[in-house]
Each structure stands twice: as C-alpha cells, then as structure tokens.
C-alpha cells in the first residue's frame, strides 16, 4: 500500500543553495506536540507550531512553501513573553546543524549535581527547550517560547551528530559526537557536562534513551551497538550483529525493543535486555553477503523510528524509498516515495511521519490499527519488567515468548 501525503513545508531557494550545507540532517517534535523543528541548511532552524502547521495541510490541501506558510502563521515579538501561544522562529545558529532534540522540565525531579546553592537558571514545568548541535562542536541551548539563546555548550571537538534528552524530565542531554565520545550534560546545572561515555573506536552516529531513562544506546561507525547504564555511566553490553556501520536507533515506547539502522541494508529489532536479533528488516534482495555489505550503497538505511503504538518501525533508506514495517510482519505495510531522504520521525501523537531531505519536510499519514488488548496488555508488563523478570514468572511458555516478542 503507498502512504497517503499529508503535506510538505518547502525552504526557500536560490543559486547557491545546491552547495553543501543545505542537507536536512535533522527533524525534531516537541514532547507536548507543541513544535516541529527542522535544520533548512545554512546554519537556519525552523520552529513551527505543529497545530497550525497540520490545520494548513487540511485547510488547503496543497504544497506549502516556506514562504506561504510563514505568512499564515503568526510571528511571536520577543518581549509579548505568550507562552501558552506557540509562535513560529527563525533560528541562525552560527554554523551548519546536524541535531536536534527538545526537552522539557518536571521541577520536582531533583536534579543530579552537586552544587545547587545557586544557578544562573531555574527551568520551570512550562520550560521547553530546544539543543541544536553544530558543524563545529558546540551545542546551543534555546528558549522555544521566545526563540533566545540559553547556554552554549563547548567541550566536542568534531561534529556533534546526535542529541538526545532523558525523557524523565530531569534535563539530562546526552550528545554524540566525530570526537568518538559521548558527553552527558546537566541543564539544570547550568549545562554543566557531566560524564564523558568513551568506548566507540570512531565516529559516534546517534544516541537513544530508553523509555525510563535509565539505558542509553549509541552507534557509529563500527558494527557494534553500545548499551550503556545511565545510573552508573558504564557500559552494560555491545550488540553485535550488524555488518556496516551503525546510524541510526531507538527504543520502542514500552523499552522492550531496540531498533537500529545500519548500512548493511537491514534494520535489525533488539531485545536490549539479552542481546538477541528478533526482527530483520531487508532493503535488498537477496541481502548482501557480509563481505559485501558496504557495497549495496543504494540501499544504504540513513535512519529508523518506533511508533508511539509499539506495533510499527518506520525507515528510510538510499533507495528512494520511506517504508512502514509492523514488527510482526516480514515485509513493509506502506512506502512511500522520497529522493535524498536523510531522517525521519514520527509525530508525538504517531498519526504523521516526517522525513527530512534537503532543507524541506514531507509528512506521511502512518498506517492506523487499533491495537489489540493482548498488545495494549504486553506495553504495560514490558514497561515496568525487564526480559529476565519475564521469564522467570509462572506463566505458560508461550505466554512468556509473547510478552517477550518472540511471536
């Protein structure tokens, strides 16, 4: 089945955009489904209000430049401070973005420094942040209400790839970067970065909580796939399986399962807990053989993400193609077509996909099921047991092999 087009928000164009830096490496929605961000190229964020953004695609049905939809949504003076109003920003970062990632407080989440006699900021539970991470190492930390620069963060020396938030609300930001190093920073220490994850024997591609905060998974370039333990900052186990570089990962919402892309042409889905291959997703038939798998770069995977259900992955390979994949079938429900696709992710609420390409978004309509009870009923265990407490309970065998994905 082809996917139903929902919409697509076109940047601007002139001659001098077809140079490098205009690549879309990064699309971003807000938790509350309040924004969608995305990298335009040329160092330029976009923050639009997601509502006004989908109620455009309804009410004209049509293509949206960036410039019509820029003149139907109104633009938030900094000093009118209307944060129960989302507005839409034009950010200039400095530099080309490569990452993006929201976060938001909870202020009875203590936070983990030492020092909290005084901060130079004290984020609040209406506080939404968005880190933007650049060509040059640094990360920068912005108001989404007002669209102001909070925090420039420096301490990568190369690109910084990925950026992920603990969806605790605690404001812990981990960030991946070509210096082959993790960093874990602290924004309700002021920034304050504090653990350097090393382990990765070259680039770092991305990064991925766990639903509780408590795994993080990062890949790069290397075949292997770190699980690292977020109480304690040691790593808990490499998952190896893949055979090309690592780019792309992420948790299913109840942390069951693990999804990563790789270049080998596959999506392989996890079970973190033990390290076993449960899915194989392909891109090329017949699959290439291990001594050919950096071959196949047409059909390399550039990234992959879990829908809000548990019940669907969605990727985006070099092959021109976006495809939507249940977790208990063999082959895609829906594709859809895109030429130079780069990243993907689903909407906060999982009705719509967005797929970045070369400063421009395209959103999708997912493939919409009713789940069942039995699925509903496996999230809520698996949200709150690890595989290990699962097989131990005194269930029928193949309860256990369902609760843990294994049919």
């Known amino acids: 089945a082809r996917s139903r087009t929902v919409g697509e928000l ?26 969608l961000a995305w990298s335009q190229g040329h160092r330029i964020v976009k923050l639009v209000p997601w509502a006004q953004c989908l109620n455009n695609f309804l009410l004209h049905s049509t293509k949206n430049g960036a410039n019509a939809g820029s003149a139907r949504l109104p633009r938030q003076s900094s000093e009118s401070g209307q944060k129960n109003k989302p507005c839409e920003h034009i950010i200039d970062c400095g530099d080309i973005v490569w990452s993006l990632a929201f976060g ?13 006699e005084w901060h130079r900021f004290k984020f609040g539970q209406d506080q939404l942040l968005l880190a933007t ?15 102001k620069l909070l925090l420039n963060l420096m301490d990568h020396t190369e690109v910084v790839r990925d950026l992920t938030f603990a969806p605790d609300g605690s404001l812990i930001l981990v960030s991946a970067s070509r210096d082959k190093t993790l960093r874990v920073w602290d924004l309700k220490d002021d920034g304050n970065m504090m653990k350097v994850l090393r382990g990765h024997p070259n680039w770092v591609y991305g990064c991925a909580f766990s639903p509780d905060s408590s795994i993080l998974c990062s890949v790069g370039a290397s075949k292997a796939v770190f699980l690292w333990d977020m109480d304690k900052y040691s790593m808990l ?9 690592v780019v792309a990962c992420e948790f299913s919402p109840d942390g069951a399962l693990l999804a990563t892309a790789s270049y080998d042409t596959r999506v392989y889905v996890w079970d973190p807990h033990i390290g076993v291959i449960l899915r194989e997703f392909g891109h090329l038939f017949p699959a290439p053989t291990p001594i050919f798998a950096g ?17 669907h992955v969605a990727s985006l390979a070099d092959d021109k193609m976006v495809r939507f994949w249940r977790i208990d079938e063999e082959y895609p ?30 959103f999708w309509a997912t493939p919409r099921q ?21 097989q131990n309970l005194p269930i029928p065998c193949k309860v256990v092999e369902f609760l843990c994905y294994q049919i």
């Open 10 to 35: 076109l940047a601007p164009t002139s001659p001098f955009d077809k140079k490098c830096g205009r690549e879309n490496w990064t699309v971003a929605f807000a938790p509350d489904g309040s924004y």
């Open 104 to 116: 938001s407080s909870v202020p009875e989440k203590q936070s983990r420094c030492v020092n909290i």
């Open 133 to 147: 991470g650049l060509n040059n190492g640094r990360i920068k930390i912005w108001d989404v209400y007002t669209g």
């Open 237 to 245: 186990r490499k998952l190896e399986g893949h055979h090309n570089d």
């Open 295 to 311: 071959g196949a770069n047409d059909r390399w995977v550039r990234s992959v993400c879990f829908s809000h259900d548990g019940l």
């Open 333 to 362: 429900v829906q594709v859809a077509p895109l030429n130079n696709g780069l990243c993907c992710t689903f909407s906060t609420d999982g009705s719509v996909l967005a797929a970045g390409q070369d400063g421009s978004v395209y």
């Open 370 to 390: 009713v789940c069942s009870l039995q699925h509903l009923c496996r999230m809520a265990i698996r949200r709150v047991m690890p595989t290990s407490h699962v």
